[in-house]
């Protein structure tokens, strides 16, 4: 018998096309929550490394945020 996750969080580009093929980019999905070929949920997002990468930078807690606020768009997957 196979599994079928509840959900699969892509973080970053190499997970994003290893789920999703060509047709997704983290960049242009990033914070979108799209679906497997097999209709499993998921989120897209950044690798948690680009945010060491982007300490230092006016910009750094804004990226934080941003990615903290994508990883609880999971929180509702996590009961089911």
């Given at each position: 018998?196979?599994?079928?996750?509840?959900?699969?969080?892509?973080?970053?580009?190499?997970?994003?096309?290893?789920?999703?093929?060509?047709?997704?980019?983290?960049?242009?999905?990033?914070?979108?929550?799209?679906?497997?070929?097999?209709?499993?949920?998921?989120?897209?997002?950044?690798?948690s490394s680009?945010?060491?990468?982007?300490?230092?930078?006016?910009?750094?807690?804004?990226?934080?945020?941003?990615?903290?606020?994508?990883?609880?768009?999971?929180?509702?997957?996590?009961?089911?």
């Amino acid at each position: 018998e196979r599994m079928k996750p509840a959900l699969l969080v892509a973080l970053g580009a190499t997970a994003t096309f290893a789920l999703l093929g060509e047709r997704n980019a983290v960049m242009a999905d990033r914070g979108r929550i799209v679906e497997t070929e097999t209709g499993v949920p998921v989120p897209i997002t950044i690798h948690s490394s680009a945010l060491l990468c982007s300490r230092g930078r006016p910009d750094a807690q804004q990226e934080k945020a941003r990615f903290v606020a994508e990883l609880r768009k999971i929180v509702p997957f996590l009961s089911q």
